[in-house]
């Protein structure tokens, strides 16, 4: 069975850092893109960046850029997404998404709260 | 960059009907369409990939159509559990992304 299981959900205060995680299993990890999706309390969905774990290139949207690191260990089917300084507004549910979209991570809730 | 837009936002209907939900794109982006289906507590889930082709799993009552700049995601007879949040996404500039804004399907 294909999936993609992220770590669980974090509460953080401003200024703090925080990297979340995702294991894929059941199809070949080095294959294809491996995306973050964003989606804010009652909104939509939002592509942060993706990383190709062959090589670890890596693509950001412009709104994202600068404001995060996404990376990927090829060893351990693993990708991950850090901040280093957490604003409130980075509140949210994150997505990991592999497969080309197609197999979707439950999500992990982020509250950055003082 | 690629905008994508979707109408209606909400779509109030019944059991039975059929949904028609449309996604345009600022500029042509060929076939490389996707449509979304979020409900409420859950993941997404891939629906159309391809602007017509049904991910796995997907019954045949989703159907997805068009090319360049416009799409349709169509559901000939809803059930239930169709009622949900419906995304497009264009994949033109791969492995960049954008996704529309969304469109509500719910009960009439």
């Known amino acids: 069975e294909m999936q993609v299981v992220q770590s669980g959900a974090d509460v953080r205060k401003p200024g703090e850092s925080l990297k979340i995680s995702c294991e894929a299993s059941g199809y070949i990890f080095t294959d294809y893109w491996i995306a973050w999706v964003r989606q804010m309390p009652g909104k939509g969905l939002e592509w942060m960046g993706s990383?190709?774990?062959?090589?670890?290139?890596?693509r950001y949207s412009p709104s994202f850029q600068g404001q995060v690191i996404i990376s990927a260990d090829k060893s351990t089917n693993t990708a991950y997404l850090q901040w280093s300084n957490l604003k409130a507004s980075d509140t949210a549910m994150y997505y990991c998404?592999?497969?080309?979209?197609?197999?979707w991570g439950q999500g992990t809730k982020v509250t950055v709260s003082s | 960059e690629d905008v994508l837009t979707q109408s209606p936002a909400t779509l109030s209907l019944s059991p039975g009907e059929r949904a028609t939900i449309s996604c345009r794109a600022s500029q042509s982006i060929a076939t490389y369409l996707a449509w979304f289906q979020q409900k409420p507590g859950q993941a997404p889930r891939l629906v159309i990939r391809?602007?017509?082709s049904r991910a796995s799993g997907i019954p045949d009552r989703f159907s997805g159509s068009g090319s360049g700049t416009d799409f349709t995601l169509t559901i000939s007879s809803l059930e239930p559990e169709d009622f949900a949040v419906y995304f497009c996404q264009q994949r033109n500039n791969w492995p960049r992304v954008t996704f529309g804004p969304g469109t509500r399907v719910d009960i009439k």
């Open positions: 998404v592999g497969r080309a979209f197609d197999v």
């Open positions: 391809d602007a017509s």
């Open positions: 990383v190709y774990p062959a090589d670890s290139d890596t």
